[in-house]
């Protein structure tokens, strides 16, 4: 296990895994940021002592936010061009959606960034994040022109696999991290939610850009397979979450951070792979969210192998869409509580409580027709129903609170995703009430990261790069009373 550092300690405390990542993206910078943090820190007063704590405080972290980048700035003409608004307010909402959420975040490059780049927003989210990025992409992939840029967006993800590699054990190659921070902050060890199978997917329906799928496929598939291979540990076909630096914290920030679900999470060695470097780098939590995203990303993955002509990939990748789904409606499903459920890795139990990752299964198409319908059934009742829906627990819950970040709060792009699944399986009064909700709530409160799920009130970051999905929800036809068209 890789001993957690303090503040005290130098690079010479690094385990044997850690210090190939600091050499691979530069001792010096780090060692450089080392110091400034223990003269921060003493100079404080402050007593941190675990890794985690440090994350606030890393270089270049100044609560300041990074101006505008230079494709921001959209004109009113520009917009009513482009899409077909139900009303003023919603023409208003669209132009700040693709003024602020998404064209003023592409900034230039810097370092590490070679390339254009998504920031996600506001003083401490200085990078490049997997599902924030998504969800810009598929907006931006409806203006004009912007396919060049795109492909920019997503070529940053594969210089990093490459840096990622060049140091990295053959057992963690191919990883995509969580967010490829920029330069001299610390390189996060662990990766996110695996949706960029599906952005690649939302972009070409969008613009027909064969080019992108060419570049991406092949780099989908490697970092896929990392997924399972790292996150998938006991070959039963469900995810966990982990992270090579030990941080339990940081495993968690793989998923939707503070889920209830997660409370007694604990990290482990690889249950069956053994040697001396081997740290406890894995959780014993199988969670429903990524599991589903997994099963999303490959059946987009899929559908892109097909399209290109790859029958070989996308047989490939079907057994591990057949081998999931198998093991997420045996394994995870709860008839009771009307959802799926995340299990304790080793004995498959499962853990009695329900969280917004629960829902993420009908995004991703894996209940069945009986179990959508239950799943509606309670999503529709008391405990899911909060005047703004959708909360990220169970309110009947103890540990809930209406503006609990991932205990009760209510983030715009976990409702898109999981009224989008309510709306395939048929279920659209429900997810137009959910969604045109959302939009309401936004009109009144504003476009932030996240919302009271009672009282609706803003929270976290104003015009976050997520929240874009407050746009893409009535883009997708998912609304009913605010509606927007793409002409």
Request: glycine residues 8%; charged residues 25%; proline residues 5%.
């Amino acid at each position: 296990m890789w001993a957690t550092p303090s503040v005290d300690a130098g690079l010479e405390s690094h385990s044997p895994l850690q210090d190939s990542v600091l050499d691979a993206f530069g001792k010096a910078a780090t060692h450089a940021n080392i110091m400034k943090r223990r003269r921060f820190i003493k100079s404080a007063g402050a007593g941190l002592v675990a890794y985690s704590g440090l994350n606030s405080l890393c270089f270049g972290n100044d609560n300041k936010p990074y101006p505008p980048g230079p494709f921001s700035g959209i004109s009113d003409d520009e917009i009513r061009k482009l899409f077909k608004t139900s009303s003023d307010v919603v023409f208003d909402l669209t132009k700040t959606v693709v003024g602020k959420c998404v064209l003023e975040k592409i900034l230039a490059p810097m370092p590490p960034f070679k390339n254009h780049w998504v920031y996600a927003g506001g003083p401490y989210y200085k990078g490049q994040w997997i599902w924030d990025t998504m969800f810009v992409v598929d907006i931006l992939s409806i203006l004009p022109g912007k396919e060049a840029l795109i492909r920019e967006i997503f070529q940053n993800y594969w210089d990093f696999q490459d840096r990622w590699n060049a140091r990295m054990p053959d057992y963690a190659h191919d990883m995509v991290t969580v967010s490829i921070k920029t330069s001299p902050q610390e390189v996060r060890q662990f990766s996110q939610i695996p949706i960029l199978a599906w952005g690649v997917e939302r972009v070409f329906k969008r613009n027909g850009d064969k080019e992108l799928v060419k570049q991406c496929l092949p780099r989908l598939e490697k970092f896929h397979d990392w997924y399972w291979r790292e996150r998938d540990v006991t070959n039963i076909g469900l995810c966990s979450v982990g992270a090579y630096t030990g941080d339990i914290q940081h495993a968690r920030w793989e998923t939707f951070d503070y889920e209830c679900n997660m409370d007694d999470l604990k990290m482990t060695k690889h249950p069956t792979r053994k040697g001396p470097k081997e740290g406890e780098w894995y959780g014993d939590t199988l969670v429903t969210a990524n599991s589903a995203y997994l099963i999303m990303g490959e059946k987009c993955l899929m559908r892109l192998a097909k399209m290109m002509g790859d029958e070989a990939m996308a047989a490939r990748r079907k057994v591990r869409i057949d081998k999931a789904e198998r093991a997420m409606r045996e394994h995870m499903w709860d008839e009771e509580a009307g959802t799926f459920l995340s299990l304790k890795r080793d004995t498959l139990e499962k853990i009695p409580v329900a969280t917004i990752g629960s829902w993420i299964p009908l995004t991703a198409g894996v209940p069945t027709p009986a179990m959508a319908k239950r799943m509606a059934e309670v999503l529709a009742g008391d405990a899911w129903n909060t005047p703004l829906p959708i909360p990220t627990v169970d309110r009947t819950d103890k540990r809930w609170r209406a503006s609990g970040f991932w205990r009760g709060d209510v983030w715009p792009s976990t409702n898109y995703q999981i009224a989008k699944g309510l709306h395939n399986y048929g279920h659209k009064e429900l997810a137009a009430e959910i969604t045109d909700k959302t939009v309401a709530n936004a009109i009144v409160h504003g476009i932030n990261e996240n919302y009271n799920s009672v009282t609706g009130e803003g929270i976290g970051v104003p015009n976050y790069t997520m929240s874009s999905t407050i746009l893409t929800l009535m883009l997708d036809g998912l609304t009913k009373n605010h509606t927007v068209e793409v002409k």
